[in-house]
């Protein structure tokens, strides 16, 4: 028995369960949908693959051939009865030597727009309510290794939803479950955003103890969230045609944006905690010899009331080089838990690749003498504490 929210994946390559490149495949059940009215079910699938409905041929889907693991996908609209048992099967015929093969059966009520009273009854909920939670992001396959997203908005109408629920109840929280950057053109109005990416089963959970406290969050980005997408160190460059030109070079992510001056909406390390971070006493050597390991510390201390989590960052800037490099680079970081007013030491150990560059001509990597200073930040564009070290030859 199958609800018609919920989805139906087949997968299968060549070291699965099917050991033949070529075969043919049927499943049946049984559908029943919660109330009556419009409904849409998508057929995605490699090869060649047909829908039945009451024994009635609905959908039909043959992908002559398969180009970058790309599935064809193609959707119908049905009237169901609430509480029918509707029988349904999946005929699947895999034809090609592709090492892949895909069906995926997807369902959703899709009411018209004069009989859809959703955005109604959300924002009757969130302004008799304390505070709203609204939960966004990415469709199943929205984001995906195999393909590239066209844009950075959320799909649908979930922008539209989070402004209205926040001129509803000025006390809304966003939960964003989403894998990579998207815009966010309510960001000014909504107090709290938090960023769940992709967490499995157990993600409800882990996201209302957040919520409530229970957890103090720590998480840092991993990358850089764009205001828009012309400022992607990409966007001049990509899709391209047959060739694909990386003329950004060496100034992906965080580089590029300090390059280009270009404030980020989230900058690549940023991470809020429901208590706060100093940073104090950041320690250098005033001068090392190339070749030399050496030592790097800075003390961090909670002053705030709650327990947490601070992921320490140590950046270099090569104050003059022969040769174009970032202002900035990524050369340690360190995560630590602090109890209120604690106070701990964050050490990093360094050595010649923490300063050096690579050089094409020599084909080596290269420390040139000069004057480095050392950063130490809570996010990229979050520096706390600066201090420099002369580097003199071997």
């Known amino acids: 028995m199958v609800r018609p929210d919920r989805k139906i994946d087949f997968w299968w390559f060549s070291q699965g369960p099917v050991s033949s490149l070529k075969f043919s495949v049927r499943w049946t059940g049984r559908m029943v949908v919660p109330e009556t009215g419009r409904y849409a079910l998508q057929l995605t699938n490699s090869s060649v693959c047909r829908l039945y409905i009451e024994d009635q041929l609905v959908v039909e889907n043959q992908v002559a051939e398969l180009t970058s693991f790309q599935p064809f996908s193609s959707s119908k609209y049905f009237t169901f009865e609430g509480g029918r048992s509707y029988p349904f099967r999946v005929e699947y015929a895999k034809d090609s030597d592709e090492p892949f093969a895909q069906v995926s059966l997807q369902g959703a009520w899709m009411p018209l727009p004069e009989e859809d009273s959703r955005l109604a009854r959300a924002l009757e909920a969130a302004s008799s309510s304390d505070a709203a939670i609204v939960f966004a992001g990415m469709p199943e396959l929205g984001e ?70 229970d957890v103090n969050p720590s998480g840092k980005l991993p990358v850089t969230f764009p205001r828009r997408l012309e400022d992607t160190p990409a966007f001049g460059n990509y899709p391209g045609g047959k060739e694909v030109r990386y003329c950004e070079g060496i100034f992906v992510g965080y580089r590029h944006y300090d390059l280009k001056d270009i404030d980020p909406l989230f900058p690549f390390g940023h991470g809020l905690s429901y208590t ?50 970032p202002l900035k680079e990524l050369k340690g970081f360190k995560k630590i838990t602090l109890q209120p007013g604690e106070v701990q030491e964050v050490k990093f150990d360094l050595d010649d690749r923490s300063l050096s560059f690579y050089d094409p001509e020599a084909h080596q990597w290269t420390v040139e003498p000069g004057e480095f200073e050392i950063l130490a930040a809570s996010s990229s564009r979050d520096i706390r504490a600066v201090a420099k070290v002369a580097v003199t030859k071997r």
Do not use: C
């Open 276 to 325: 706060s971070f100093a940073y104090s006493h950041l320690q250098v050597p005033s001068s090392i010899k190339a070749g030399e390991a050496w030592q790097v510390s800075v003390n961090v201390q909670n002053t705030g009331l709650r327990a947490g989590q601070e992921v320490v960052q140590l950046y270099i800037h090569d104050v003059k080089s022969s040769l174009p490099r």
């Open 144 to 213: 995906t290794e195999g393909k590239d997203r066209p844009h950075l908005h959320l799909p649908g109408k979930q922008d539209e939803l989070i402004q209205a629920i926040v001129h509803a109840n000025p006390k809304t929280i966003v939960v964003l479950n989403v894998g990579s950057p998207v815009s966010m053109p309510w960001l000014s109005e909504v107090p709290a955003v938090v960023l769940s990416y992709f967490g499995g089963l157990e993600v409800g959970n882990a996201i209302a103890r957040v919520l409530v406290g």
